[in-house]
């Protein structure tokens, strides 16, 4: 069974940090690029952050850039998003993406993934 299991989201104060996982089972994240997604109450679902294949390509929502970074570790089948420096407008759930684009092409957050996670709740407040 393919899947993709966030988790390290939690509550966290204004200026603080987290690092957020996306685990893969059932498959092998080497042929897949990955996204990082998010949707506040209210609002409709946006693009994050994603990384190649291979790794050398990323791309940043302007909201998150210089704040954010992804990274992933294909041995542990993992990628991890380490966010700092928190806002409240961070606010919201946050789902980990997959989908097998060429393995030299430039990650892109507008496009249809393949396959996606549960999600995991990050709040920031004071």
């Known amino acids: 069974q393919l899947q993709l299991v966030e988790s390290g989201g939690g509550l966290v104060q204004p200026g603080g940090s987290l690092r957020l996982s996306c685990a893969a089972s059932?498959?092998?994240?080497?042929?897949?690029?990955i996204g990082w997604f998010r949707q506040a109450p209210g609002k409709e679902r946006e693009g994050v952050s994603c990384?190649?294949?291979?790794?050398?390509?990323?791309g940043y929502a302007d909201s998150v850039k210089g704040r954010f970074t992804i990274s992933r570790d294909n041995a542990k089948n993992t990628v991890y998003l380490q966010m700092n420096s928190l806002k409240p407008e961070d606010t919201a759930v946050y789902y980990c993406?997959?989908?097998?684009?060429?393995?030299?092409?430039?990650?892109?957050?507008?496009?249809?993934?393949?396959?996606w996670g549960q999600g995991t709740q990050v709040t920031v407040s004071s």
């Open positions: 990384i190649g294949r291979s790794g050398s390509s990323t």
């Open positions: 059932g498959f092998t994240l080497d042929y897949y690029a």
């Open positions: 993406a997959a989908h097998p684009f060429p393995v030299q092409a430039l990650c892109v957050m507008d496009h249809p993934y393949m396959y």
